[in-house]
C-alpha cells in the first residue's frame, strides 16, 4: 500500500494552505441562543469550519447557525453541526493501515481496507442527521447535557457502499440479534451503537466515504462513517472500523446506559415523576421549521407575506404541512417535490398579515405513517427527540 | 486499487491543522484541589453553558462522570466538587440574567 500514501511534496502543499489558516485571525461574536444562559461564540474557521455556533471546543460541539436552513436543502459541509463525545477525537489516520474488521456471529471474518469497500457498488443517500438532543436547551424544565438550539440537524447527499454488502459477505449466521458498530474514538466507555438485524439490512444504510460530494472531513468521521437514514445520528458511528454481530442485545454503555427514551408511545414523561421504563433512542419524529422569518420579525400590516421552510421524519416521508396564526385552524403548505424521503422538504406558503400588533405563526408537519408534530412539547429526562410545533411571535406595523 | 482509492477520492487523509479557538480556562478560584480533574476531558464550555441546576444534579453528573467515564473522583471528593459547581452557577446565573435575549 506504500505507493498509495500521499507524496510528501503532496502532504506539504496541503500542510502549507492549513498551517496558513492556523495563524489566520479568528472571528468571534457572541450569540445568544433563546435560554437562559444561552450566550455562545460564534465562530469562523474552528475546525476547518465556516461560522458555526461554538457549544464546546474540545471535544468539539458546533451548532449550525439557523439561517443556514434557508439557503438551500443540502446542509454545506462546513456548516454543518459536530458532535464528539470524548476526547480521543481521531484526528490522524492512516488510510494505508486503516481495516473495517467485521466479526462476531458470522460465517467469515472479514478485514476490508478501503479499496475493499471502494470495489463494492456505491449508493448514494439524501439524509438529514439529527443529535438525539437537537433543542435541549428548550427543554422545560430544563435538562442538563449539551445545551443546544434547534441547530444539531443537517441535511446531505451521503454516498458509500450498502452496509448490506458487508454483511452479505460475511454471511450472518442464524441466531443473529444485533449488529455493533465501533470506531476510533476509544476513550472509555468506547463509544459504540447496535442496530437489529432487520435495520441494519435496509440496503439505504450505509458506510459513507463521502458528504455532498466531498470526503468525509474527520469531524464527520473519516474515513468512513455509519449513515442510518431516518434514526437519530447517535447510531451514524463515525470512523467506523469494528462490525461485531451480536447472538443476544447489546449491553455495551451506550446502548444500556446512555441514549434511551422513557417506553411510553411519545417517549415522554412528566417532569419529576418516578422513573419509568427506557428503551433506546430510535427514530426521528417529524419535525418542520420556519426559517424566512424569526422570532421577533416586524411585518407590515395588511400584505402577504411569504413564509417558507424546512420539514422532516425520520418514520416516513412527509405527506404534509400546514401553518396557522392560532393552533387551532391550519392550512395547507405547498410542499416541493425535491428532497426524498429521508431529507429535508422545502415548504412555502402565503401569510396574510393582519393588523398592527402581535401575530403569531405556527407550523407543523405530518408523515405518511400518520404521526404528526404535538403543540405542546414533551418532556424526557434526557433532553432528546424534541418536536413540539414550533411558534413565532411577529411584530405586525 | 490506486484507481477505486482516487474515484473515492481518498487517496490523501485530510490534513486536521485548522483554526485553533483558545479553550476557555476554567477559573478554578475557590475550587477543591479535586476539581482540576473536570477539565481533563472536556473544556470549561461543557460546565458553564449548563443550565442552572440543582446540587443534586450536579452531584448526579460528577458521579456520572466517575462511574461511566472514568474520571478519577475520590468518593470523599464527590460533595465538595458538586457544591463548588453549584456555588459558582450561581454567579454565572446572574450574569447571564443581565445579557441581550436575541429573537
Not at chain 1, 113 to 131: F, G
Request: with cysteine; charged share 20%; hydrophobic share 45%.
Amino acid at each position: 500500500m506504500d505507493h498509495f500514501a500521499p507524496s510528501r511534496r503532496h502532504f506539504m502543499g496541503l500542510l502549507g494552505v492549513t498551517a496558513a489558516a492556523a495563524f489566520a485571525p479568528l472571528r468571534a461574536t457572541d450569540v445568544q441562543l433563546p435560554f437562559d444562559n444561552g450566550e455562545r461564540r460564534m465562530v469562523d474557521g474552528f475546525e476547518g469550519k465556516g461560522q458555526m455556533i461554538l457549544q464546546r471546543t474540545r471535544a468539539p460541539l458546533l451548532e449550525t447557525p439557523f439561517e443556514v436552513y434557508d439557503r438551500g436543502l443540502i446542509t454545506p459541509v462546513d456548516r454543518f453541526y459536530v458532535r464528539w463525545h470524548t476526547a480521543s477525537t481521531p484526528r490522524q489516520i492512516d488510510i494505508s493501515t486503516f481495516r473495517l474488521n467485521v466479526h462476531g456471529h458470522v460465517e467469515r471474518e472479514l478485514s476490508l481496507t478501503l479499496a475493499d469497500i471502494a470495489s463494492l457498488p456505491a449508493r448514494e443517500v439524501t439524509a438529514v442527521s439529527q443529535c438525539a438532543g437537537n433543542s435541549r436547551g428548550l427543554f422545560d424544565p430544563r435538562v442538563p447535557g449539551a445545551q443546544w438550539g434547534n441547530g444539531a440537524m443537517g441535511n446531505a447527499v451521503w454516498r458509500g457502499v450498502s452496509l448490506r454488502q458487508v454483511l452479505d459477505r460475511a454471511g450472518l449466521k442464524a441466531g443473529s440479534v444485533a449488529i455493533r458498530f465501533r470506531g476510533l474514538d476509544a476513550a472509555p466507555p468506547q463509544f459504540g451503537k447496535s442496530l437489529g438485524v432487520d435495520v441494519a439490512r435496509n440496503d439505504d444504510v450505509l458506510l459513507a466515504t463521502h458528504m455532498n460530494g466531498q470526503p468525509l472531513p474527520w469531524v464527520h468521521g473519516f474515513p468512513l462513517r455509519l449513515v442510518v437514514p431516518g434514526w437519530f445520528a447517535t447510531y451514524w458511528v463515525k470512523t467506523v472500523s469494528d462490525i461485531e454481530v451480536l447472538t443476544v442485545e447489546d449491553d455495551n454503555y451506550w446502548m444500556a446506559k446512555a441514549y434511551r427514551v422513557p417506553a411510553t408511545p411519545d417517549g415522554n414523561t412528566t417532569p419529576g415523576a418516578p422513573a419509568v421504563a427506557t428503551t433506546p433512542i430510535s427514530t426521528m419524529p417529524p419535525r418542520s421549521f420556519v426559517t424566512n422569518l424569526r422570532d421577533g420579525d416586524r411585518l407590515r400590516a395588511h400584505r402577504l407575506q411569504v413564509i417558507r421552510g424546512i420539514a422532516f421524519s425520520g418514520k416516513a416521508a412527509v405527506r404534509r404541512v400546514e401553518w396557522s396564526n392560532d393552533g387551532s385552524s391550519w392550512r395547507r403548505c405547498s410542499l416541493d417535490t425535491e428532497g426524498g424521503a429521508y431529507g429535508f422538504r422545502r415548504w412555502h406558503a402565503q401569510m396574510p398579515v393582519g393588523s398592527p400588533g402581535q401575530q403569531r405563526l405556527l407550523v407543523r408537519a405530518a408523515d405518511a405513517a400518520g404521526n404528526v408534530q404535538p403543540l405542546t412539547a414533551g418532556w424526557n429526562p434526557g433532553g432528546f427527540m424534541r418536536n413540539a410545533v414550533e411558534s413565532l411571535n411577529l411584530v405586525v406595523t | 486499487m490506486k484507481a477505486s482509492l482516487l474515484a473515492l477520492g481518498l487517496a490523501i487523509a485530510p490534513i486536521t491543522v485548522s483554526a485553533q479557538v483558545a479553550e476557555p480556562p476554567l477559573p478554578l478560584a475557590g475550587a477543591p484541589p479535586s476539581a482540576a480533574v473536570c477539565t481533563a476531558c472536556h473544556s470549561s464550555e461543557m460546565i458553564d453553558y449548563q443550565p442552572r441546576l440543582t446540587m443534586a444534579q450536579w452531584r448526579a453528573t460528577v458521579l456520572k462522570m466517575k462511574a461511566a467515564y472514568g474520571a478519577p473522583v475520590a468518593d470523599k471528593d464527590v460533595d465538595d466538587i458538586a457544591k463548588w459547581l453549584a456555588s459558582r452557577q450561581v454567579n454565572a446565573g446572574q450574569a447571564a440574567a443581565g445579557l441581550r435575549r436575541l429573537p
